[in-house]
């Protein structure tokens, strides 16, 4: 459970590290289903593999963690939806980068509050492309001007025109197995690529409160007006209390 004081450090900086470290065997359970993914998908790019809960409905029960939870509730309230997931694995060299970038620039989310769980596999460091976090840069809830960036050696195609942000201090979100960052949907990060020599795997959760909706319309239209990923058949997980606004089309409830 998160203390005032870490409360209030996330509503300041939009990100918080949680002093709260998962199990060995929830951890060595991970890292078992992870490789058993790849051998059984070769044809998955190991840099970001997105919906993973839609890929194997087993990858749900790390997000329904208790102690991920309690975290999130904190954040959040009571009522959680999880409606994202992804494994990010950077190959221990040629590893992409992620371009600066707010997650609510293409999530269709409203009202837009949501907040992202990642969990580390591997050591996260600067070295082998940690996440990076310009902290207070969700303060105004406001979406800067993103590009399209079609490069080959990136994650996400929407790139953050970052003038409004020159003189701003990024912070690297340096990560041992079984920590966890969240970070706010309004939060301007990314990462470097990994030539490191060491790999550096991370899960990523999505999460909503329920007083929000998931709007499948907006987000047909988000994918063919900004070309990114198409995210509006996304399946939401209730994984605490109740549905709140009782528009969302609930695929599973715990």
């Known amino acids: 459970m998160l203390a005032d004081a870490e409360i209030a450090a996330y509503r300041r900086d939009g990100q918080i590290t949680p002093a709260v470290l998962l199990p060995a065997d929830v951890m060595a359970a991970i890292c078992g289903q992870m490789t058993d993914l790849f051998e059984s998908r070769p044809d998955l790019d190991p840099d970001y593999i997105p919906h993973l809960i839609e890929i ?32 990010f694995c950077k190959r221990a060299t040629g590893g992409k980068a992620t371009p600066w970038h707010q997650d609510g620039q293409y999530w269709p989310i409203r009202p837009l509050a ?16 940690c996440l990076r976090v310009i902290p207070g840069s969700h303060n105004d809830a406001e979406l800067y ?25 990024s912070r690297d979100v340096i990560l041992e197995p079984g920590m966890f960052s969240v970070h706010d949907v309004y939060m301007v990060h990314g990462a470097e690529p990994n030539n490191s020599g060491r790999r550096r795997a991370g899960l990523a959760y999505r999460y909503m409160p329920t007083t929000s909706y998931f709007d499948r319309d907006l987000g047909a239209r988000q994918a063919r007006e900004l070309d990114v990923v198409d995210i509006s058949q996304r399946e939401l997980h209730l994984v605490r209390g109740i549905d709140r ?8 409830a715990d």
């Open 145 to 169: 001007r993103h590009h399209v960036n079609d490069a080959d050696d990136v994650v996400l195609n929407q790139e953050l025109d970052m003038s409004r942000l020159e003189s701003s201090t």
């Open 245 to 252: 606004c009782g528009r969302n089309d609930i695929f599973c």
């Open 56 to 87: 194997d409905w087993s990858w749900l029960g790390y997000a329904r963690h208790p102690a991920v939870l309690d975290v999130v509730e904190r954040i959040l309230g009571p009522d959680i939806v999880v409606w994202g997931s992804a494994l």
């Open 114 to 129: 949501t907040v992202t769980v990642w969990i580390a596999i591997d050591p996260a460091t600067p070295e082998n492309g």
